[in-house]
């Protein structure tokens, strides 16, 4: 396979031997410099691609391919991108002398672009790490300082902030030698630490929760803000409490009261090094790596924490629910000898801190996870009485949940690809589905049983929904248009064709006539569903749109993008009415509650929240998943929000 890197193009995987992109037109480079040979994506970010690629000068080893492809507009915010992709280069040539710092092996330019090469590191985050083996103990925090600690005393011996330390940037090499070290990598948001940078601000970036009131506020960097980061990253493995869940919710606050937040207690030496390391101002905190090592090193002994610590607390010492959520009344409640039986043996875990309030729910027997997809959960979408739950699939597969007695009823194989999309008819009787095979498949909800199969586009199916009244099926494609199929015949009725990008969402107003799409040509369009006429073209969003939702008395529209935002418009008119601000990450999904007065929207940082569309302010949000949140729904009666997640779950919450 060749890979287009183009970074607009939608379907970059072509065939070997292509010499142009099947998808874009674009000119294919089978060889970066003739020796880098692009295998697959990693990631990407605000300002660069990630590839992984193999050297041909080196017998094919792997390596990382950086690419600079800014997903910003504006002379001096494209400046601005180059200037930190080169300060990368930079740092990592300076730097990657060091064992535990990725190794810088070229930087160049080619066909209008900037590259940088650099050593892959074969292992898993911390981030990973934590989801697949849970909350780190004591031992492995003192673990994770002893090693760290050097590494950025040697970054900023070299006069270089990080800026950005966290889970994901943290990575347990698997080594040849059995050797399993930390190494610190992105220094894509690095700062140089001159007396220029002392005596001015620079520009604020870094991670919402990790990174410290200065450098957020100020855009000033100094060792005792990387040190800051790493007192949160510690805080998050110990906890798994997403720390901008925090941010959002209480600013810088919460690491005055931290400690509510852990599930199991800690010695009164690191309590005392956590305490010190996650200091909202700076004076007070430590001000080197050098001062936290010797701090370690004398209060360092291994200690055996006596058993009445070690034992899971009563509920008597818990913190209050109202202390942790103030927006929640706190209800007494008695526990039961079952309920200590289950605390003993680990079955519920605390009321505070991440999935607090669910956890007081689980108290009522109820379980707050479903669990069984082996890929990212996509959509989410219920039956009219609440009683059935349906759920699309990276794994290539549709779940049919009984919602009452949270079990699995049956799994629907059928798709070639990955499901993105799930939808299901007023009466209950019918599923239907969109795959990254480019076909919708109609199904029996009731029997499990493929009753056709809809072909025609020609890209990935992002989006479907069926109308209200049970008799059309729309699906929304990366080929840029929207089809609109005969639900019962499986007949393609019509295309809608003006979005100039992939169609990521799609939704139908209650009274059959409109149809609402998104797109990542950042426009939202209003079709008149019977003729196909484009009635309303919104635009205001700076990045793809997401996601959509229609009211229940089908007079508003809400719609979710990457530029961070939540828009409230008049399906009427077009008019803007509200703009939700203030998340941290990309929103990609959206729900409107069967009332109609709220909304429900999910991120990219794992985070879901409640919104009041009236008054404009958030209700409440939950540090949901551990990694980004793609689909959330209510059920029919208001009182129960589903959230799915990259993670591979589906979380149930309580609506307050």
Sequence with gaps: ??????????????????????????????????????????????????????????????????????????????????????????????????????????????????YLVQQFIQGQTLREELRQQGLFGEEKIWELLHELLPVLKFVHEHQVIHRDIKPENLIRRFSEDGRKDLVLIDFGVAKQLTVTSLDHTGTVIGSYGYAPMEQMKHGSAYPASDLFSLGVTCFHLLTGIHPSGLYMEHGYGWVMNWRQFLKSPISPKLDQVLDKLLQKDIEPRYQSADEVLQDLHQKRQLEVIPPDMSATRSPSQLPSLSSVFPRFPTTVIQPSSQWKKSLLIGGLITLFGLGGLVSYWQLFGKTSVLTGHSGEVNSLAFNLKGTTLASGSDDKTIKIWNFNRRKEIRTLKGHKGIIYCVAISRNGQTLVSGSQDNTIKVWNLKTGQEIRTLKGHSGLINSVAISPDGEKIASGSYDNTIKVWNLKTGQEIRTFEGHTGAVLSVAMSPDNHK???????????????????????????????????????????????????????????????????????????????????????????????????????????????????????????????????????????PVP
């Design 1 to 114: 396979m060749i890979y287009c890197l183009n970074p607009s193009c939608e379907k970059p995987q072509n065939p070997d031997g292509a010499h142009f992109c099947q998808s874009c037109g674009m000119e294919l480079i089978p060889q970066l410099r003739n020796r880098y040979r692009i295998i697959q994506p990693l990631g990407g970010g605000g300002f660069g691609r990630t590839f992984l690629a193999e050297d041909e000068d080196k017998l094919n080893e792997d390596c990382v391919v950086k690419q600079l492809a800014p997903q910003v507009q504006g002379t001096s915010a494209l400046h601005k991108a180059t200037e930190l992709f080169q300060e990368e280069a930079r740092r990592l040539q300076q730097l990657g002398e060091h064992r535990q710092i990725p190794t810088l092996y070229a930087y160049f330019r080619d066909d209008n672009y900037l």
């Design 515 to 653: 149809l609402a799409s998104a797109s990542a040509d950042r426009t939202i369009k209003v079709w008149n569903l019977n003729t196909g006429k484009v009635i309303l073209n919104l635009k205001g969003h700076e990045g793809d749109v997401n996601a959509l939702a229609i009211s229940p008395n089908g007079q508003l529209l809400v719609s979710g993008s990457d530029d961070k935002t939540v828009q409230v418009w008049d399906l009427n008119t077009g008019r803007e009415i509200r703009t939700f601000e203030g998340y941290a990450a990309d929103v990609s999904a959206i729900a409107f509650n069967p009332d109609g007065e709220t909304i429900a929207s999910g991120s990219d940082d794992g985070i879901v929240k409640i919104l009041n569309l009236s008054t404009g302010q958030e209700i409440t949000s939950f540090n949901a998943h551990t990694s980004e949140v793609f689909a959330v729904a209510f059920s029919p009666d208001g009182k129960t929000l589903v959230s799915g997640s990259k993670d591979k779950t589906i979380k149930i919450w």
